[in-house]
């Protein structure tokens, strides 16, 4: 089973940036998919972005491209999401989660996923 801690949220204002990161421990069976999730107080979990871990395909959702960037470290096992301009709408809990690629690419679908780690608060201020 792969464990997976979040950090890095805080409180920024409108049109900051904040870095999160996921360390990766545990069993990692092969290539496999990972991304972060958000959810926000009364809304439906959202994918925000995806990454494979063989060749580092990537999708975003509509809402974050052009601003945020996911991107992993495999010597550190870490995975992270670097937010740029974010706005009040970005305030979630967002989480990442780990899921065995057997065939495709990068999701943004939960089922997609096995693993999940216990989130990190962001909260954007106007």
């Known amino acids: 089973q792969v464990q997976l801690v979040e950090s890095g949220g805080g409180s920024v204002r409108a049109g900051g940036s904040l870095r999160l990161s996921c360390a990766v421990s545990?069993?990692?069976?092969?290539?496999?998919?990972m991304a972060w999730f958000r959810q926000a107080p009364g809304q439906e979990r959202e994918g925000v972005a995806s990454?494979?871990?063989?060749?580092?395909?990537?999708v975003y959702a509509d809402s974050v491209k052009g601003r945020f960037s996911i991107s992993q470290d495999n010597a550190k096992n870490t995975l992270y999401l670097q937010m740029n301009n974010l706005k009040p709408e970005d305030t979630a809990m967002y989480s990442c989660?780990?899921?065995?690629?057997?065939?495709?690419?990068?999701?943004?679908?939960?089922?997609?996923?096995?693993?999940w780690g216990q989130g990190t608060q962001v909260t954007v201020s106007s």
């Open positions: 989660a780990a899921g065995a690629l057997l065939g495709g690419g990068p999701s943004l679908v939960p089922q997609a996923y096995n693993d």
């Open positions: 545990g069993h990692t069976y092969g290539n496999y998919r």
């Open positions: 990454i494979t871990t063989g060749g580092g395909s990537t």
